[in-house]
């Protein structure tokens, strides 16, 4: 666990380092020698349920929404597609950023009923007969 000069921000509102619980270890997978001895492999976990630099309002919002992503009240992002551990840290804040910007977005306005128009209900009408007449008129096989 070590401090991180990777940023992660939510929406404008930046996550404090002291927040964020960095791992590195080997990545897995091909790539000779190097990576028998790098841990480039970089898990990022924000302990999501104990936070105090996100608004409360938007706290419960991510608690609910990553219910199914949460291990212990936190969220854990992986990343290990580069050889540098510098890039996987990258990735990752990145990742977590998008994530959580995604979990506090305010939920999308409700659809407002709408009746269809007259001439989409008697295009659609118009098409099925179509499709009936089509499907009425094909001959049935007959075995003599």
């Known amino acids: 666990m070590s401090t991180n000069p990777v940023a992660v921000s939510v929406r404008g509102v930046v996550v404090p380092d002291a927040e964020l619980q960095w791992r590195f ?3 897995s ?15 990022l976990r924000y302990p999501l349920a104990a936070s105090a630099a996100l608004p409360p309002v938007w706290r419960e919002r991510a608690l609910e929404r990553l219910a199914g992503r949460l291990v212990d009240g936190a969220v854990v992002v ?12 990258e990735s990752a804040a990145v990742r977590m950023s998008a994530l959580l910007a995604e979990a ?7 659809r407002r ?8 209900v008697e295009r ?18 007959r075995d003599f």
């Not at 997978?29 to 898990?43: A, L, Y």
């Not at 506090?104 to 409700?110: F, H, I, L, N, T």
């Open 25 to 27: 270890s080997r990545s």
């Open 29 to 43: 997978g091909p790539g000779g020698q190097h990576v028998n001895t790098s841990d480039s492999q970089v898990e």
């Open 78 to 89: 992986r990343a290990s597609e580069h050889r540098s551990q510098w890039r996987n840290r």
């Open 104 to 110: 506090v977005a305010p939920p999308p306005r409700a």
């Open 113 to 120: 009923a709408t009746k269809p128009s007259r001439g989409m």
């Open 124 to 141: 659609r009408l118009e098409n099925k007969r179509r499709t009936a007449e089509r499907k009425r008129t094909r001959g049935t096989v």
